[in-house]
């Protein structure tokens, strides 16, 4: 199934916006995919699925739209 992603941050990752998955997978599944990409670890993230805050076993379905969202400070 494909799910649609959204980075919205200031880490220098390669996100691609939409990836295929294994049906029954969780937002889990899909930061360990960008995790292997990348070749880093991927932390500090709010999570939203479809508009609402999500964790990561929250299980997607075709079509879902994730939103991830850095959390940075500054001053």
């Known amino acids: 199934m494909i799910v649609k992603i959204k980075f919205m941050g200031v880490m220098d990752i390669d996100i691609p916006s939409e990836i295929s998955i294994e049906k029954d997978a969780t937002v889990a599944d899909v930061i360990e995919y960008l995790e292997r990409i990348n070749g880093s670890h991927v932390d500090g993230l709010t999570i939203l699925v479809n508009k609402e805050r999500s964790s990561l076993d929250t299980k997607l379905q075709e079509g ?4 991830l969202l850095q959390v940075f400070g500054g001053g």
Request: charged share 50%; glycine share 0%; proline share 0%.
């Open 64 to 67: 879902d739209e994730i939103l």
